[in-house]
T-cell receptor, first 114, second 114 residues
């Protein structure tokens, strides 16, 4: 699976959009971009995933650049409860991805401030 | 409420004393998995199960056993715990082992082996 690079930490004002970048310059054509987050001392939580088109769900939007070398997770109106570590994961599509294993790197610690 | 539960949430034990961490899900998921999370090492998969009576090793299986006798339960067994197994453990489940199936994580079990 391709390596990802994320800033270690970011701040965001409550009510504003939080834009979390992820660099995955070695991504290959059959690799998807996934985002999970982990609120302190809780289990990770799935947010969104995409291949090349932008995606939106009730939690967030995912913007993937045309060359797919980077992406941005957008939380449109951050709240204090969005304070968490956000993980960008790139995973290959295929029948046997080690049984759906997730490999988390360091992630970005997002602090939403009042 | 759809959830993954783990017990115990916290455990302090001594080297060599066998222990079991239970995991149960109420979503009729086929796929279940165990991870450990350590500072600087991210989330690493220990074992996974694609269905009842089907288990396989993840990235770091040494020192652990699992069983999947029924769909909802996936206990993690440490026959002879050692201090290097001190960690935060997460159980996860998803509908199947396919790539795009969102994984639901339990609340975590913090284990200390003295």
């Amino acid at each position: 699976d391709a390596k990802t690079t994320q800033p270690p930490s970011m701040d965001c004002a409550e009510g504003r959009a939080a834009n979390l970048p992820c660099n995955h310059s070695t991504i290959s054509g059959n690799e998807y971009v996934y985002w999970y987050r982990q609120i302190h001392s809780q289990g990770p939580q799935y947010i969104i995933h995409g291949l090349k088109n932008n995606e939106t769900n009730e939690m967030a939007s995912l913007i993937i650049t045309e060359d797919r070398k980077s992406s941005t997770l957008i939380l449109p109106h951050a709240t204090l409860r969005d304070t968490a570590v956000y993980y960008c994961i790139v995973r290959v599509a295929g029948a046997n991805n080690a049984g759906n294993m997730l490999t988390f790197g360091g992630g970005t610690r997002l602090m939403v401030k009042p | 409420e759809a959830q993954v539960t783990q017990n115990p949430r916290y455990l302090i034990t001594v080297t060599g004393k066998k222990l079991t961490v239970t995991c149960s899900q109420n979503m009729n998921h086929e796929y279940m998995s165990w991870y450990r999370q350590d500072p600087g090492l991210g989330l690493r998969q220990i074992y996974y199960s694609m269905n009842v009576e089907v288990t396989d090793k993840g990235d770091v299986p040494e020192g652990y056993k699992v069983s999947r006798k029924e769909k909802r339960n996936f206990p993690l067994i440490l026959e002879s715990p050692s201090p290097n197994q001190t960690s935060l453990y997460f159980c996860a489940s998803s509908l199947s082992g396919g790539l795009h199936n969102e994984q639901f994580f339990g609340p975590g079990t913090r284990l200390t082996v003295l």
